[in-house]
């Protein structure tokens, strides 16, 4: 079992920066993949970044690439977001996932990831 913990979020004016924290209960964190996924009132929750388990690739959709890094340090067991130049379009409930597989085919979709956080919200003003 892993139990996921993310911080970080907040009120940001647009062009400003934010970066969200994971922290995970598990001592096998390394063994795991890890993603961000996010969801807007509303909306389906969509795939944000998605790290492999030593964070050596790193995968993106276009809508954030260049705006956004995630990172990771398996030995405090802790993942990461930086957001930079956030746009209002980029407010929603951001969650962080946990995974012992990735693929190119899977890694987008929320049914690939076992574990989740309770999420943390993200809100940019225009």
């Known amino acids: 079992q892993v139990q996921l913990l993310e911080s970080g979020g907040g009120l940001v004016q647009a062009g400003g920066s934010l970066r969200l924290s994971c922290a995970a209960s598990?001592?096998?964190?390394?063994?795991?993949?890890m993603a961000w996924f996010r969801q807007a009132p509303g909306k389906e929750r969509d795939f944000v970044a998605a790290?492999?388990?030593?964070?050596?690739?790193?995968y993106y959709p276009d809508s954030v690439k260049g705006r956004f890094t995630i990172s990771r340090d398996n030995g405090n067991n802790m993942l990461y977001l930086q957001m930079n130049s956030l746009k209002p379009e980029d407010t929603a409930v951001y969650y962080c996932?946990?995974?012992?597989?990735?693929?190119?085919?899977?890694?987008?979709?929320?049914?690939?990831?076992?574990?989740w956080g309770q999420g943390t919200q993200v809100t940019v003003s225009s």
């Open positions: 598990t001592r096998t964190f390394s063994s795991y993949a």
């Open positions: 996932a946990a995974s012992k597989t990735l693929t190119m085919a899977t890694m987008r979709t929320t049914t690939n990831y076992d574990y």
């Open positions: 790290t492999t388990w030593s964070g050596g690739s790193k």
